[in-house]
């Protein structure tokens, strides 16, 4: 298993403002997730984080607004920006070890815009 | 598309019983993985047993055990003895099976929100 070290663990955030989620493995991953838990929700899939290209989108969140990096094996961030009320939630980073392996989370960054 | 289906928002059970979660899924797939994920309160993302759809065997870890029923495309979560240390919220979730490189993200159910009483 990876462990995952994910930060910041909760903020709270003015409407417009945009705030970085950082993610970081102990040890090189070939896929990162990026999911989203709104209150009393699911997990909903907001992308694949990629090394070296440009992050997968799932339908219904876009790149201005959850722009994504992976500049190494071990490393992203998810930004949410112009953030409004709405946008509150739980951001989980995972990963997985290999090719069929489970998932492994973070803790997840609780996220409160006012 | 694949869809998780958990039918039961909420569910209690008493210290020391027995409880079963329910599951079902819709997949064209032939080869996937099924899993059961714990979140307690803390957030954090706990796998709790995983299944191959090839295997008929149904997945065992300690006091969790599944019922996995392919032609059904249900699976479902016992939880035996159960203790207070299991009041979570229990996902289960799909994923596809890939062949070569990569792995294909998970899809999760909505939950079902399991509290222990003493």
């Known amino acids: 298993s990876a462990v995952i070290s994910q930060k910041p663990s909760r903020d709270i955030c003015q409407r417009g403002t945009s705030l970085t989620i950082q993610c970081q493995v102990d040890s090189q991953v070939t896929m990162m997730f990026w999911y989203r838990q709104q209150p009393g929700q699911s997990l909903t899939l907001i992308a694949t984080a990629n090394q070296g290209s440009e992050a997968t989108y799932e339908s219904g969140f876009v790149i201005d607004k959850f722009p994504i990096s992976r500049p190494n094996l071990t490393f992203s961030t998810l930004t949410v920006s112009n953030m409004s009320p709405e946008d509150s939630s739980i951001y989980l980073c995972?990963?997985?070890?290999?090719?069929?392996?489970?998932?492994?989370f973070g803790n997840g960054t609780r996220l409160t815009v006012t | 598309a694949q869809t998780v289906t958990q039918s039961q928002p909420e569910m209690s059970v008493q210290e020391a019983e027995t409880v079963t979660l329910s599951c079902t899924y819709d997949?064209?797939?032939?080869?996937?993985?099924l899993f059961w994920y714990k979140q307690p309160p803390s957030r954090q993302m706990i796998l709790v047993i995983r299944?191959?759809?090839?295997?008929?065997q149904n997945a065992t870890e300690n006091r969790f055990s599944v019922n996995f029923q392919k032609a059904a495309k249900s699976f479902s979560l016992k939880i035996s003895d159960s203790q207070l240390g299991d009041t979570a919220m229990y996902f289960c979730a799909f994923m596809k099976r890939e062949e070569n490189s990569g792995n294909t993200p998970l899809v999760f159910g909505k939950g079902t929100r399991l509290s222990v009483i003493a």
């Open positions: 995972s990963v997985t070890t290999g090719v069929n392996s489970p998932l492994h």
């Open positions: 997949t064209s797939e032939n080869n996937y993985y």
């Open positions: 299944q191959e759809a090839y295997k008929q």
